[in-house]
């Protein structure tokens, strides 16, 4: 846990039932959203090395109740869901066109929309952790207020010694303009310690030129690690121990690309909080994406997550 002042990681987003074809007009209900898959690789590869809990807001709905006892019989701490009786989580179903995927969603309404509304929620969520992670589409989907109690929130975690993690994961759909992205996530990179960012949502967003010029935009805000996602090309990164530039294993039999990103951050952010150096936890982050992306849908089955080795 090298820089990390406490035994616990909270990662703070939405998560929403899942309905995911499996043939006919047949559906199976699951649950997903960037921020729970990534907690939930979190869990199951720090598991009883650290408390990972996933803070969100829920509705208090059978399916709710659902998505928290799943939670908990998969060994996250359910303690910073808090549920809301008059709203429900979102929902997405996913439509398949031959190997096309589309995702439909229903998330306007949800109890996640208004997870910061309540400062003295977050400060006691915030509490005692060591690492914070957050994403783009957390940010995307609150008010005005509730970003900046957010942003708050994650300034007081920092003085304490927590350190940040943020995905900037653009969805444009989810913005009303690029504007409003652009006045809005340079002030979550500035709370940031590890910035996580895809280099095709920022060249949409920036028009960044290459993955070298998300690196440069990002440490002249002040994060001091920056890792550069870019599907099958190298990860470029940005550390204390300087720059590099790694490639991804090949992966051989790619079934679904979904959730390539959130699983790297997982593997990434457990090696870090274990001790393992940048370079080595680009290194962990590509071999649990090359995991996921051979499997169907955004999450390895429940206990094939390979266990890391903590350094000392
Ligand atoms: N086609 C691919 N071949 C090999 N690795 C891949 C491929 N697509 C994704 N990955 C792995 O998943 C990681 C994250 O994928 P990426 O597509 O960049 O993120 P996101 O899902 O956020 O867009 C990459 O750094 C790489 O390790
Ligand atoms: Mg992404």
């Not at 616990?8 to 939405?14: L, M, Q, S």
């Not at 043939?23 to 990972?52: E, I």
């Not at 997405?92 to 229903?106: A, K, N, P, Q, T």
């Not at 996530?185 to 920036?206: G, K, R």
Request: net charge negative; charged share 20%.
């Amino acid at each position: 846990m090298t820089g990390f002042p406490f035994a616990r990681v909270v990662a703070i987003g939405e998560a929403m039932v899942e309905m995911a074809p499996i043939g006919g007009d047949q559906y199976r209900r699951g649950f997903a959203g960037d921020t729970f898959n990534t907690a939930w690789h979190l869990s199951q590869t720090l598991a009883d090395r650290a408390t990972t809990a996933f803070a969100s807001r829920i509705g208090t709905d059978p399916l709710s109740s659902d998505f928290a006892a799943s939670l908990a019989a998969d060994g996250l701490d359910t303690s910073a869901l808090a549920r809301d009786p008059q709203r429900t989580m979102g929902l997405y179903l996913i439509e398949l066109d031959g190997v096309e995927r589309s995702f439909h969603y229903w998330r306007g309404q949800s109890a996640a929309r208004h997870l910061a509304d309540d400062p003295e929620w977050l400060a006691q969520t915030f509490a005692d952790t060591g690492l914070i992670h957050l994403s783009g589409i957390t940010v995307a989907i609150l008010s005005a207020t509730a970003r900046q109690n957010l942003l708050d929130a994650l300034a007081t975690a920092r003085r304490h010694g927590t350190k940040v993690s943020f995905d900037p994961n653009i969805r444009p759909a989810l913005w009303s303009s690029v504007t409003e992205v652009r006045e809005t996530i340079p002030a979550f990179l500035e709370v940031t310690d590890i910035a996580l960012p895809s280099f095709d949502d920022e060249q949409a967003n920036w028009q960044d030129p290459d993955p070298q010029a998300v690196l440069d935009r990002m440490s002249a805000l002040g994060v001091r690690e920056v890792v550069v996602k870019n599907g099958a090309g190298p990860v470029v990164l940005r550390s204390d121990d300087g720059d590099d530039s790694i490639d991804p294993p090949p992966v051989e039999g790619i079934r679904d690309t979904t959730g390539a990103g959130d699983a790297f951050n997982a593997g990434y952010l457990a090696a870090r909080f274990l001790g393992h150096a940048p370079g080595a936890a680009v290194r962990h982050g590509q071999a649990m994406s090359a995991e996921v992306i051979r499997h169907l849908g955004a999450r390895l089955p429940a206990g094939s997550v390979p266990r890391l080795p903590a350094v000392d």
